[in-house]
């Protein structure tokens, strides 16, 4: 049985790595989710967005590390649902909203064939404009979690949240929205929060480049670890 693990929120998650600057990972025990069907894992995993725009376009994300690390690690095949969103806000992913009911029933259909093992959440940055934005943010977080993990069935279900770059013109609210990450992990139970620490954005100043993606994915990883 695939271990699978649903991928949410924005640009970063859904990734943008260029395909170009790393060497694609082929590992034949890891799946993407395709019209209800496992194929086995390529980039783009999220295709969001064009593939073939020259600057805003689908491309590397951090859960093909992520699926092949947790995949050698437990000898075990993995799938990833792929959901996210570029450039949405957490409005947009409140219950009732429609990347939140494409998410429920894109996992629903994948637990047909899986056994669901963890969500990976990286979203913060279109409301990380102002103290009350963020304080507001970590409110409809916990909410639509708690939600979400209700709705799956899953009420313990392993979360991995990942921190924002701080390395950005807005980054006393990202500072911010990264605290309350930390403090979020504390109140879900089975939580934990990856580093973003070090990590390098593309000239954009938006995006993670793909080695810092194979890093942050990695990360990931070790923190899913910690909570098995």
């Known amino acids: 049985m695939i271990k699978s ?18 060497e694609e990972i082929r ?11 496992w194929e086995e894992m ?13 600057e805003w376009h689908s491309g590397v994300s951090l859960a093909s590390t ?10 075990e095949r993995v799938g990833l649902i792929p959901c996210a969103h570029g450039g949405t806000s957490i409005d947009q992913w409140m ?28 979203q913060g940055e279109q409301d990380a404009t102002s103290v009350d934005s963020v304080y507001a943010h970590k409110e ?9 993990r209700k709705e799956l069935g899953a009420e313990n279900l392993p979360l991995i949240i990942g921190e924002l770059s701080e390395d950005h013109a807005t ?6 929205m990264n605290e309350q990450y930390r403090e979020s992990a504390k109140i879900l139970p089975c939580c934990s929060v990856a580093s973003a ?7 954009d100043g938006i995006h993670f480049d793909s080695v810092s993606l194979g890093i942050f994915g990695k990360r990931y990883f070790e923190e899913y670890k910690k909570l098995r």
């Open 42 to 54: 390529r980039e783009p995993v999220n295709p969001d967005h064009s593939i073939f725009n020259n």
């Open 5 to 22: 693990f649903l991928m949410i929120g924005q640009s970063n998650m859904a990734g943008r790595g260029e395909f170009e600057d790393i």
């Open 171 to 176: 980054r006393e609210f990202r500072v911010l």
């Open 140 to 148: 409809k977080f916990l909410k639509m979690i708690t939600s979400l």
């Open 95 to 122: 219950p009732g909203e429609i990347l939140y009911d494409h998410a429920v029933m894109m996992t629903k259909l994948a637990m047909r064939t899986s056994t669901l093992s963890g969500i990976l959440w990286h």
């Open 197 to 203: 620490k070090d990590l390098t954005l593309k000239k």
């Open 27 to 37: 590992n034949p025990n890891c799946f993407m989710l395709r019209t209800g069907f």
């Open 66 to 75: 992520f699926a092949d690390e947790t995949a050698k690690y437990y000898k």
